[in-house]
Protein backbone atom coordinates (compact mmCIF):
# COMPACT_ATOMS: atom_id res chain seq x y z
CA UNK A 1 0.00 0.00 0.00
CA UNK A 2 2.91 2.39 0.98
CA UNK A 3 5.08 1.45 -2.40
CA UNK A 4 1.85 2.18 -4.19
CA UNK A 5 0.98 5.63 -2.83
CA UNK A 6 5.44 6.33 -3.22
CA UNK A 7 4.91 5.07 -6.93
CA UNK A 8 1.78 7.55 -7.68
CA UNK A 9 3.47 10.48 -5.84
CA UNK A 10 7.21 9.48 -8.21
CA UNK A 11 4.65 9.30 -11.13
CA UNK A 12 2.53 12.71 -10.47
CA UNK A 13 6.40 14.08 -10.13
CA UNK A 14 8.16 12.17 -13.23
CA UNK A 15 4.92 13.82 -14.75
CA UNK A 16 5.66 17.54 -13.58
CA UNK A 17 9.84 17.17 -14.46
CA UNK A 18 7.99 16.19 -18.01
CA UNK A 19 6.08 19.26 -18.24
CA UNK A 20 8.20 21.59 -17.19
CA UNK A 21 10.81 20.22 -19.63
CA UNK A 22 8.34 20.81 -22.34
CA UNK A 23 7.68 24.12 -21.73
CA UNK A 24 11.21 25.15 -21.01
CA UNK A 25 12.25 24.04 -24.67
CA UNK A 26 10.38 26.46 -26.39
CA UNK A 27 12.62 28.96 -23.75
CA UNK A 28 15.48 29.85 -24.89
CA UNK A 29 17.87 30.16 -21.62
CA UNK A 30 20.95 32.45 -21.91
CA UNK A 31 23.61 32.52 -19.29
CA UNK A 32 24.59 36.60 -18.63
CA UNK A 33 26.81 37.62 -16.57
CA UNK A 34 25.27 41.46 -15.32
CA UNK A 35 28.74 42.97 -13.96
CA UNK A 36 30.63 43.62 -16.61
CA UNK A 37 29.70 47.01 -18.00
CA UNK A 38 28.84 48.23 -20.63
CA UNK A 39 28.08 44.83 -21.87
CA UNK A 40 25.98 43.19 -19.23
CA UNK A 41 24.79 45.11 -15.92
CA UNK A 42 22.21 45.11 -13.17
CA UNK A 43 20.35 47.92 -12.80
CA UNK A 44 19.07 49.31 -8.96
CA UNK A 45 15.54 47.73 -9.87
CA UNK A 46 17.15 44.31 -10.51
CA UNK A 47 17.10 44.75 -14.96
CA UNK A 48 19.84 43.65 -16.46
CA UNK A 49 20.67 45.84 -18.88
CA UNK A 50 24.17 46.20 -21.56
CA UNK A 51 24.99 45.48 -25.16
CA UNK A 52 25.49 41.49 -24.35
CA UNK A 53 21.85 41.91 -23.00
CA UNK A 54 20.60 43.64 -26.01
CA UNK A 55 22.32 40.56 -28.45
CA UNK A 56 20.74 38.18 -26.73
CA UNK A 57 17.33 39.80 -27.11
CA UNK A 58 18.05 40.22 -30.31
CA UNK A 59 18.93 36.76 -30.97
CA UNK A 60 15.69 35.11 -29.24
CA UNK A 61 13.59 37.38 -31.59
CA UNK A 62 15.40 35.62 -34.84
CA UNK A 63 15.40 32.24 -33.46
CA UNK A 64 11.28 33.23 -32.50
CA UNK A 65 12.11 32.22 -28.65
CA UNK A 66 11.53 33.81 -25.48
CA UNK A 67 14.62 35.05 -24.09
CA UNK A 68 14.72 33.64 -20.22
CA UNK A 69 18.10 35.31 -19.21
CA UNK A 70 19.64 33.62 -16.29
CA UNK A 71 22.62 35.29 -14.23
CA UNK A 72 25.65 33.61 -13.35
CA UNK A 73 28.76 34.51 -11.61
CA UNK A 74 31.53 34.62 -14.23
CA UNK A 75 33.64 31.66 -12.88
CA UNK A 76 30.73 29.43 -12.81
CA UNK A 77 29.73 30.48 -16.06
CA UNK A 78 31.20 26.75 -18.54
CA UNK A 79 30.53 24.64 -15.38
CA UNK A 80 26.16 26.17 -15.37
CA UNK A 81 25.84 25.55 -18.92
CA UNK A 82 27.17 22.29 -18.65
CA UNK A 83 25.30 21.26 -16.04
CA UNK A 84 22.50 22.48 -18.19
CA UNK A 85 21.11 25.39 -16.09
CA UNK A 86 20.93 27.54 -19.29
CA UNK A 87 21.42 26.66 -23.24
CA UNK A 88 23.82 29.24 -24.34
CA UNK A 89 26.04 31.76 -23.13
CA UNK A 90 25.65 35.37 -24.31
CA UNK A 91 28.33 36.94 -22.06
CA UNK A 92 31.65 38.54 -23.64
CA UNK A 93 33.36 35.07 -23.55
CA UNK A 94 36.14 35.08 -25.84
CA UNK A 95 36.27 31.82 -28.21
CA UNK A 96 39.36 30.56 -27.25
CA UNK A 97 41.49 26.59 -27.61
CA UNK A 98 41.58 25.99 -24.22
CA UNK A 99 37.06 26.73 -23.84
CA UNK A 100 36.76 24.79 -26.86
CA UNK A 101 38.01 21.42 -25.11
CA UNK A 102 35.00 21.87 -22.90
CA UNK A 103 32.67 23.92 -24.99
CA UNK A 104 31.49 25.07 -28.52
CA UNK A 105 31.46 28.58 -29.50
CA UNK A 106 29.40 30.35 -32.29
CA UNK A 107 31.47 32.69 -34.84
CA UNK A 108 32.34 35.67 -33.41
CA UNK A 109 30.04 38.71 -32.10
CA UNK A 110 32.88 41.16 -31.44
CA UNK A 111 36.08 41.91 -31.03
CA UNK A 112 37.78 44.40 -28.53
CA UNK A 113 41.27 44.42 -28.09
CA UNK A 114 42.63 43.98 -24.36
CA UNK A 115 44.68 46.88 -22.52
CA UNK A 116 46.63 47.61 -19.07
CA UNK A 117 45.15 50.93 -17.20
CA UNK A 118 47.82 52.16 -14.75
CA UNK A 119 47.13 55.68 -12.88
CA UNK A 120 48.30 58.62 -14.98
CA UNK A 121 51.68 59.56 -14.61
CA UNK A 122 52.54 55.97 -12.45
CA UNK A 123 55.21 55.71 -15.48
CA UNK A 124 54.79 51.87 -15.22
CA UNK A 125 56.20 50.33 -18.51
CA UNK A 126 54.55 47.73 -20.20
CA UNK A 127 57.25 44.82 -20.44
CA UNK A 128 58.80 41.81 -18.55
CA UNK A 129 61.15 44.11 -16.66
CA UNK A 130 58.82 46.67 -16.37
CA UNK A 131 56.11 44.64 -14.49
CA UNK A 132 58.25 42.48 -12.80
CA UNK A 133 56.91 42.16 -9.27
CA UNK A 134 54.13 44.62 -9.88
CA UNK A 135 50.71 43.70 -8.59
CA UNK A 136 48.45 43.22 -12.11
CA UNK A 137 44.72 42.79 -11.36
CA UNK A 138 42.52 40.90 -13.04
CA UNK A 139 39.03 39.00 -13.40
CA UNK A 140 39.44 35.05 -12.98
CA UNK A 141 38.85 32.40 -15.68
CA UNK A 142 39.27 34.96 -18.39
CA UNK A 143 41.83 35.71 -21.49
CA UNK A 144 43.69 38.14 -19.63
CA UNK A 145 44.35 35.41 -16.80
CA UNK A 146 45.82 33.43 -20.04
CA UNK A 147 47.90 36.07 -21.19
CA UNK A 148 49.29 37.50 -18.61
CA UNK A 149 50.11 33.71 -16.96
CA UNK A 150 51.97 33.18 -20.24
CA UNK A 151 53.53 36.31 -21.07
CA UNK A 152 54.55 37.90 -18.26
CA UNK A 153 54.69 35.14 -15.42
CA UNK A 154 56.89 37.48 -12.87
CA UNK A 155 53.83 39.44 -12.95
CA UNK A 156 51.97 39.30 -9.16
CA UNK A 157 48.80 38.49 -10.13
CA UNK A 158 45.52 39.32 -7.90
CA UNK A 159 42.62 37.65 -8.89
CA UNK A 160 38.83 38.82 -8.65
CA UNK A 161 35.87 37.01 -9.00
CA UNK A 162 34.38 40.49 -11.07
CA UNK A 163 35.54 43.03 -12.96
CA UNK A 164 33.81 45.68 -10.81
CA UNK A 165 35.89 44.39 -7.71
CA UNK A 166 39.49 44.98 -10.05
CA UNK A 167 38.24 48.48 -10.58
CA UNK A 168 37.56 49.29 -7.17
CA UNK A 169 40.69 47.94 -5.87
CA UNK A 170 42.63 49.87 -8.01
CA UNK A 171 40.85 53.24 -7.57
CA UNK A 172 42.13 52.67 -4.34
CA UNK A 173 45.88 51.91 -5.20
CA UNK A 174 45.70 48.06 -3.79
CA UNK A 175 47.60 46.93 -7.18
CA UNK A 176 49.53 48.80 -10.07
CA UNK A 177 47.84 48.16 -12.89
CA UNK A 178 44.85 46.08 -13.81
CA UNK A 179 44.20 44.03 -17.41
CA UNK A 180 41.01 43.64 -19.08
CA UNK A 181 39.06 44.40 -22.49
CA UNK A 182 40.04 47.77 -23.28
CA UNK A 183 35.95 48.50 -23.64
CA UNK A 184 34.96 47.60 -20.15
CA UNK A 185 37.95 49.43 -18.88
CA UNK A 186 36.81 52.29 -20.47
CA UNK A 187 33.53 52.11 -20.56
CA UNK A 188 33.47 50.67 -16.69
CA UNK A 189 35.72 52.18 -14.92
CA UNK A 190 38.07 55.15 -17.01
CA UNK A 191 34.54 57.22 -18.00
CA UNK A 192 33.34 57.07 -14.30
CA UNK A 193 34.29 59.34 -11.61
CA UNK A 194 36.26 56.40 -9.92
CA UNK A 195 38.58 56.06 -12.86
CA UNK A 196 39.40 59.74 -13.70
CA UNK A 197 42.74 59.72 -12.42
CA UNK A 198 43.84 56.48 -14.57
CA UNK A 199 44.84 56.05 -18.04
CA UNK A 200 45.35 53.33 -20.87
CA UNK A 201 48.90 52.33 -20.78
CA UNK A 202 50.86 50.02 -23.26
CA UNK A 203 48.61 49.97 -26.23
CA UNK A 204 46.84 46.57 -27.79
CA UNK A 205 47.63 43.51 -26.13
CA UNK A 206 46.94 40.70 -27.87
CA UNK A 207 47.81 36.66 -28.08
CA UNK A 208 45.97 34.60 -30.54
CA UNK A 209 46.68 31.59 -28.56
CA UNK A 210 45.22 33.13 -25.38
CA UNK A 211 42.85 35.65 -26.68
CA UNK A 212 41.84 34.00 -29.93
CA UNK A 213 38.77 35.86 -32.78
CA UNK A 214 36.70 37.62 -30.42
CA UNK A 215 34.06 36.83 -28.09
CA UNK A 216 31.14 34.35 -29.25
CA UNK A 217 28.48 32.84 -28.10
CA UNK A 218 28.59 29.80 -25.87
CA UNK A 219 26.86 26.26 -26.56
CA UNK A 220 27.30 22.78 -25.33
CA UNK A 221 29.71 20.43 -27.10
CA UNK A 222 27.86 19.09 -29.64
CA UNK A 223 24.84 21.58 -29.58
CA UNK A 224 25.57 22.08 -33.42
CA UNK A 225 21.45 22.83 -34.13
CA UNK A 226 21.63 25.38 -31.71
CA UNK A 227 25.25 26.77 -32.61
CA UNK A 228 24.39 27.13 -36.32
CA UNK A 229 21.32 28.77 -35.83
CA UNK A 230 22.96 31.34 -33.65
CA UNK A 231 25.35 31.78 -36.07
CA UNK A 232 22.90 32.26 -39.36
CA UNK A 233 21.07 34.84 -36.29
CA UNK A 234 24.40 37.15 -36.00
CA UNK A 235 24.57 36.78 -39.78
CA UNK A 236 20.99 38.14 -40.27
CA UNK A 237 20.63 40.77 -37.64
CA UNK A 238 24.32 41.64 -39.21
CA UNK A 239 22.44 42.27 -42.36
CA UNK A 240 19.68 44.02 -41.45
CA UNK A 241 21.03 46.70 -38.99
CA UNK A 242 19.93 45.42 -35.69
CA UNK A 243 23.56 44.96 -34.86
CA UNK A 244 24.47 48.18 -35.92
CA UNK A 245 21.58 50.07 -34.02
CA UNK A 246 22.28 48.06 -30.63
CA UNK A 247 26.08 48.75 -31.56
CA UNK A 248 25.31 52.80 -31.81
CA UNK A 249 23.77 52.71 -28.15
CA UNK A 250 26.78 51.64 -26.75
CA UNK A 251 29.73 52.96 -28.32
CA UNK A 252 31.21 55.05 -31.16
CA UNK A 253 32.57 52.89 -33.47
CA UNK A 254 32.01 49.62 -34.74
CA UNK A 255 32.87 46.96 -32.57
CA UNK A 256 32.65 44.17 -34.53
CA UNK A 257 36.30 44.41 -35.78
CA UNK A 258 37.94 43.54 -38.83
CA UNK B 1 56.98 3.59 -17.90
CA UNK B 2 56.11 7.16 -16.76
CA UNK B 3 54.70 8.20 -19.86
CA UNK B 4 52.18 4.93 -20.18
CA UNK B 5 51.10 5.56 -16.76
CA UNK B 6 50.26 9.35 -17.58
CA UNK B 7 48.13 8.09 -21.01
CA UNK B 8 46.41 5.74 -19.19
CA UNK B 9 45.50 7.95 -16.51
CA UNK B 10 44.55 10.63 -19.30
CA UNK B 11 42.62 8.52 -21.09
CA UNK B 12 40.45 6.47 -18.31
CA UNK B 13 40.58 8.75 -15.36
CA UNK B 14 36.89 10.62 -15.09
CA UNK B 15 39.04 13.14 -13.77
CA UNK B 16 42.04 14.99 -14.72
CA UNK B 17 44.58 13.73 -12.15
CA UNK B 18 47.71 14.65 -14.70
CA UNK B 19 46.36 18.30 -14.35
CA UNK B 20 45.99 18.00 -10.43
CA UNK B 21 49.44 16.38 -9.76
CA UNK B 22 51.62 18.91 -12.55
CA UNK B 23 49.93 21.61 -10.18
CA UNK B 24 50.05 20.00 -6.71
CA UNK B 25 52.60 22.47 -5.88
CA UNK B 26 50.02 25.43 -5.63
CA UNK B 27 47.84 23.44 -3.65
CA UNK B 28 50.44 22.62 -0.93
CA UNK B 29 51.12 26.47 -0.83
CA UNK B 30 47.15 27.36 -0.52
CA UNK B 31 47.27 24.90 2.21
CA UNK B 32 49.73 26.76 3.99
CA UNK B 33 47.72 30.36 3.44
CA UNK B 34 44.95 28.45 4.79
CA UNK B 35 46.57 26.68 7.82
CA UNK B 36 48.33 30.32 8.76
CA UNK B 37 45.46 32.08 8.55
CA UNK B 38 43.42 29.54 10.41
CA UNK B 39 46.49 29.29 13.23
CA UNK B 40 47.23 32.54 13.69
CA UNK B 41 43.78 33.84 14.29
CA UNK B 42 42.77 30.96 16.20
CA UNK B 43 45.49 32.10 18.37
CA UNK B 44 45.04 35.70 19.02
CA UNK B 45 41.56 35.30 18.99
CA UNK B 46 42.27 33.05 21.64
CA UNK B 47 44.43 35.20 23.75
CA UNK B 48 41.32 37.90 23.39
CA UNK B 49 38.49 36.35 24.07
CA UNK B 50 40.42 34.73 27.91
CA UNK B 51 39.96 38.71 29.33
CA UNK B 52 36.69 38.69 27.55
CA UNK B 53 35.33 35.82 29.06
CA UNK B 54 35.71 36.83 31.99
CA UNK B 55 34.05 39.91 32.07
CA UNK B 56 31.56 38.32 30.59
CA UNK B 57 31.09 35.83 33.09
CA UNK B 58 31.24 38.26 36.07
CA UNK B 59 28.53 41.20 36.65
CA UNK B 60 29.88 44.73 36.20
CA UNK B 61 27.53 46.00 34.00
CA UNK B 62 29.66 48.48 32.27
CA UNK B 63 32.73 46.35 30.87
CA UNK B 64 29.77 43.06 30.21
CA UNK B 65 27.51 46.00 28.19
CA UNK B 66 30.61 46.79 25.51
CA UNK B 67 31.56 42.92 25.53
CA UNK B 68 28.42 41.33 24.89
CA UNK B 69 27.74 44.04 22.03
CA UNK B 70 31.02 42.75 20.43
CA UNK B 71 29.95 39.53 20.61
CA UNK B 72 26.91 39.93 19.51
CA UNK B 73 28.09 41.83 16.54
CA UNK B 74 30.84 39.54 15.35
CA UNK B 75 27.88 36.43 16.00
CA UNK B 76 25.04 38.26 14.79
CA UNK B 77 26.86 38.68 11.31
CA UNK B 78 28.08 36.27 8.76
CA UNK B 79 31.78 36.22 8.64
CA UNK B 80 31.36 36.97 5.01
CA UNK B 81 29.82 40.29 5.77
CA UNK B 82 32.73 41.00 8.04
CA UNK B 83 35.07 40.39 5.86
CA UNK B 84 33.49 42.43 3.11
CA UNK B 85 33.20 45.03 5.70
CA UNK B 86 36.80 45.29 6.63
CA UNK B 87 38.33 44.50 3.19
CA UNK B 88 35.94 46.52 0.74
CA UNK B 89 34.42 48.77 3.36
CA UNK B 90 37.33 50.43 5.01
CA UNK B 91 38.69 50.99 1.55
CA UNK B 92 35.94 53.44 0.45
CA UNK B 93 37.35 56.09 2.88
CA UNK B 94 39.68 58.35 1.67
CA UNK B 95 40.78 58.91 5.36
CA UNK B 96 40.90 55.42 6.44
CA UNK B 97 43.42 55.75 2.91
CA UNK B 98 45.52 58.30 4.98
CA UNK B 99 46.30 56.68 7.89
CA UNK B 100 49.55 54.95 8.50
CA UNK B 101 47.64 51.76 8.99
CA UNK B 102 46.44 51.62 4.89
CA UNK B 103 49.78 51.18 3.52
CA UNK B 104 50.75 48.42 5.48
CA UNK B 105 47.82 46.65 7.31
CA UNK B 106 44.58 47.60 5.56
CA UNK B 107 45.39 47.85 1.93
CA UNK B 108 46.74 43.76 2.63
CA UNK B 109 43.98 41.38 1.55
CA UNK B 110 46.02 38.84 4.22
CA UNK B 111 45.57 41.30 6.96
CA UNK B 112 41.82 42.46 6.02
CA UNK B 113 41.28 38.83 6.47
CA UNK B 114 43.15 38.22 9.69
CA UNK B 115 41.65 40.92 11.05
CA UNK B 116 38.16 39.56 10.11
CA UNK B 117 38.60 36.00 11.40
CA UNK B 118 40.32 37.02 14.53
CA UNK B 119 37.57 39.09 15.88
CA UNK B 120 35.16 36.40 14.51
CA UNK B 121 36.90 33.94 16.52
CA UNK B 122 37.40 35.64 19.68
CA UNK B 123 33.56 36.36 19.41
CA UNK B 124 32.72 33.03 19.63
CA UNK B 125 35.22 31.79 21.67
CA UNK B 126 34.55 34.13 24.58
CA UNK B 127 31.02 33.12 25.04
CA UNK B 128 32.23 29.45 24.71
CA UNK B 129 34.34 30.12 27.58
CA UNK B 130 32.09 32.21 29.29
CA UNK B 131 29.69 29.40 29.58
CA UNK B 132 32.34 26.95 30.76
CA UNK B 133 33.34 29.53 33.92
CA UNK B 134 30.14 30.01 35.30
CA UNK B 135 29.49 25.90 35.09
CA UNK B 136 32.50 25.72 37.49
CA UNK B 137 31.41 23.42 39.89
CA UNK B 138 30.38 25.38 43.06
CA UNK B 139 32.07 22.86 45.26
CA UNK B 140 35.46 23.66 43.73
CA UNK B 141 35.27 27.36 44.43
CA UNK B 142 33.94 26.97 48.11
CA UNK B 143 36.98 24.45 48.99
CA UNK B 144 39.23 27.01 47.24
CA UNK B 145 37.79 29.93 49.26
CA UNK B 146 37.67 27.48 52.14
CA UNK B 147 41.65 27.12 51.85
CA UNK B 148 41.95 30.92 51.74
CA UNK B 149 42.71 31.80 47.80
CA UNK B 150 42.07 35.25 46.33
CA UNK B 151 39.47 36.28 44.03
CA UNK B 152 41.90 36.58 41.36
CA UNK B 153 44.35 33.33 42.58
CA UNK B 154 41.05 31.68 42.62
CA UNK B 155 40.06 32.54 39.06
CA UNK B 156 44.19 31.75 37.63
CA UNK B 157 44.40 28.23 39.88
CA UNK B 158 41.06 26.65 40.06
CA UNK B 159 38.25 28.00 37.57
CA UNK B 160 40.29 29.02 34.28
CA UNK B 161 42.36 25.59 33.92
CA UNK B 162 39.13 23.43 35.18
CA UNK B 163 36.97 25.90 32.83
CA UNK B 164 39.14 25.48 29.65
CA UNK B 165 39.44 21.86 30.06
CA UNK B 166 35.90 21.34 30.24
CA UNK B 167 35.89 23.88 27.10
CA UNK B 168 38.19 21.42 24.72
CA UNK B 169 35.61 19.51 23.18
CA UNK B 170 33.84 22.42 21.93
CA UNK B 171 36.50 24.29 20.96
CA UNK B 172 37.60 21.74 18.55
CA UNK B 173 34.23 22.52 16.69
CA UNK B 174 35.05 26.46 16.60
CA UNK B 175 38.63 25.62 15.80
CA UNK B 176 36.90 22.84 12.32
CA UNK B 177 34.32 26.49 11.98
CA UNK B 178 37.41 28.43 11.66
CA UNK B 179 38.94 26.22 9.44
CA UNK B 180 36.03 26.28 6.89
CA UNK B 181 35.21 29.61 7.71
CA UNK B 182 38.75 30.68 6.12
CA UNK B 183 37.63 30.44 2.95
CA UNK B 184 36.17 33.27 3.02
CA UNK B 185 39.58 34.61 2.20
CA UNK B 186 39.94 33.56 -1.34
CA UNK B 187 36.63 35.97 -2.24
CA UNK B 188 39.35 38.78 -1.28
CA UNK B 189 42.06 37.87 -3.46
CA UNK B 190 43.64 35.62 -1.33
CA UNK B 191 45.39 32.13 -2.90
CA UNK B 192 44.33 29.94 0.21
CA UNK B 193 43.10 26.50 -0.30
CA UNK B 194 39.49 27.07 -2.24
CA UNK B 195 41.45 29.89 -3.99
CA UNK B 196 43.74 27.70 -5.85
CA UNK B 197 40.79 25.63 -6.70
CA UNK B 198 38.82 28.76 -7.91
CA UNK B 199 42.39 29.55 -9.84
CA UNK B 200 42.08 26.25 -11.43
CA UNK B 201 38.38 26.30 -12.76
CA UNK B 202 39.31 29.88 -13.97
CA UNK B 203 42.49 28.89 -16.12
CA UNK B 204 41.23 25.22 -17.37
CA UNK B 205 37.43 25.69 -17.14
CA UNK B 206 37.49 22.52 -14.83
CA UNK B 207 35.44 22.62 -11.81
CA UNK B 208 35.79 19.33 -10.29
CA UNK B 209 39.30 18.64 -10.31
CA UNK B 210 40.39 22.43 -8.39
CA UNK B 211 37.39 21.66 -5.98
CA UNK B 212 37.45 17.70 -4.94
CA UNK B 213 41.19 18.35 -4.74
CA UNK B 214 40.68 21.74 -2.05
CA UNK B 215 37.78 19.28 -0.65
CA UNK B 216 40.14 16.06 0.01
CA UNK B 217 42.74 18.58 1.93
CA UNK B 218 40.31 20.45 3.87
CA UNK B 219 39.48 16.55 4.89
CA UNK B 220 42.64 15.57 5.94
CA UNK B 221 43.35 18.52 7.81
CA UNK B 222 40.09 18.51 10.13
CA UNK B 223 41.12 14.81 10.79
CA UNK B 224 44.61 15.94 12.10
CA UNK B 225 42.84 18.33 13.94
CA UNK B 226 40.02 16.11 15.14
CA UNK B 227 42.60 13.43 16.20
CA UNK B 228 44.84 16.18 17.80
CA UNK B 229 41.78 17.36 20.30
CA UNK B 230 40.71 13.51 21.09
CA UNK B 231 44.23 12.92 22.31
CA UNK B 232 44.13 16.09 24.29
CA UNK B 233 41.12 15.62 25.83
CA UNK B 234 42.23 12.15 26.75
CA UNK B 235 45.09 13.44 28.41
CA UNK B 236 43.37 16.57 29.88
CA UNK B 237 39.38 15.37 30.78
CA UNK B 238 41.00 12.23 32.08
CA UNK B 239 39.42 12.99 35.76
CA UNK B 240 35.95 13.14 34.05
CA UNK B 241 36.02 9.76 32.66
CA UNK B 242 34.71 6.85 34.78
CA UNK B 243 37.94 5.20 36.31
CA UNK B 244 38.25 2.71 33.69
CA UNK B 245 36.99 4.00 30.11
CA UNK B 246 40.09 5.11 28.85
CA UNK B 247 41.59 1.96 28.97
CA UNK B 248 39.61 -0.60 29.82
CA UNK B 249 37.11 0.20 26.63
CA UNK B 250 36.57 -2.67 24.20
CA UNK B 251 38.17 -2.08 20.45
CA UNK B 252 36.85 -4.46 18.03
CA UNK B 253 35.89 -3.94 14.70
CA UNK B 254 34.06 -0.84 12.81
CA UNK B 255 33.11 0.37 16.85
CA UNK B 256 37.43 0.62 17.39
CA UNK B 257 37.47 3.59 14.35
CA UNK B 258 37.37 6.44 15.83
CA UNK B 259 38.17 9.68 14.56
Known amino acids: ?35 YPPFSWKESDGTLKGFD ?14 CVLIEQDWDGMIPALLARKFDVIIASMSITEERKKRVDFSDKYYNTPAK ?21 GLQRGTTHQCFMEKMYPDVEL ?28 DEGFLKTDAGKDFEFTGGDQHDEACHGPGAGITVRKGDSALRDQVNAAIKTIRDNGVYQKINAKYFEFDIFGG | MGESIIAFLETWSPIDIVLIAQNFDRFLWGALVTLQLTVISLVVGGLLSIPLAIIRSG ?3 FLNAPVWAFTYLFRGTPLLVQTYLIYYGLGQFEWVRQTALWEPIL ?32 GEVEAAKACGLGKWMRFRRIVLPSAFRRALPAYSNEVIFMLHGSVVASTITI ?9 LNG ?11 AAVMYLIIVLLVSRGFRLWEKHWLKHLYPLDAVEARPKKGLASFRV
Open chain 2, 191 to 199: QDLLGVGRW
Open chain 1, 116 to 136: FVAKKGSGLVISKAGLKGKRV
Open chain 2, 203 to 213: RYYLAYEGFIT
Open chain 1, 1 to 35: MKFKKLATTLGAFALMLGLAGNSLAADLRVGVEGA
Open chain 1, 53 to 66: IEIAEAICTELKRK
Open chain 2, 107 to 138: SQAWWCALIAFSLNTAAYTTELLRGSIITTSK
Open chain 2, 59 to 61: NNP
Open chain 1, 158 to 185: VLYGGQDEVFQDLAIGRIDAQFSDSIAA
